[in-house]
């Protein structure tokens, strides 16, 4: 997004260093330490990030895991990891900058779902639950900060199955007669797993001024996966 124009503020969740160092993005990123289940984490990145660029106008909540249980197997840790680092981590983004965005005259927060936060699935019960609470918790966001004029819109992303290292595991797996690779792309009637890229385009447009009019809505990437 910073070689797109805007300047970003990037949180890291994981002690890894960024795949980018930020010399190489120039003075468009910066990168802060941040904790997503962390309200002094979430406050000192904010704090950072508007110290760094002189206002917040955009957030991205896009920290998430997830884990195949079913509701017997799953565990009670299993359940409260998961929805506090996907459903707990973007309440705590939202809260934490809607002050900083007042400050700035308004701003877009794009939150990161799942096709997963539309639709149930027996292998994936607390991964669909914390999904299904970002979706909601954007519309709730949304509406609040219309009615209160902040000028600040709220929205979120649902992925279908996406190319990265998140899914890796499943496609090494074997599913009957194809790979684990194949059974996933013919989940999606394009033939093939999205591309990363593909969903940096939609949070792009989302957070730009060619969304103004977009607000509490789902907008679903997932190459037909929920026709």
Sequence with gaps: MAGDG??????????APPDRPPR???TAAHFVP???????SWQAAVAATTEKFGALHGLLNAAGV???NSIEDCTLAEYRRINDINSLGTFLGCKSAIGAMKAAGGGSIV??????????AAYAMAYCASKGAVRTLTKNVALHCAQMKYNIRCNSVHP??????MIAPRLEQNAGNMTGRQALEELHPLGR???????AAMILFLLSDESTFSTGSE??????LTA
């Excluded at 797993?193 to 969903?199: A, S």
């Design 6 to 15: 805007p300047r970003a503020g990037q949180g890291l969740h994981r002690r």
């Design 24 to 26: 190489e993005l120039g």
């Design 34 to 40: 941040l904790d997503v289940v962390q309200e002094p």
């Design 66 to 68: 997830g884990v195949r």
């Design 111 to 120: 939150n990161i779902s799942s096709v997963l936060g539309l639709r149930g």
């Design 160 to 165: 279908g199955y996406i190319d990265t290292p």
């Design 193 to 199: 797993l999205g591309r990363p890229e593909e969903v």
């Design 219 to 224: 907008f679903v990437c997932d190459g037909g």
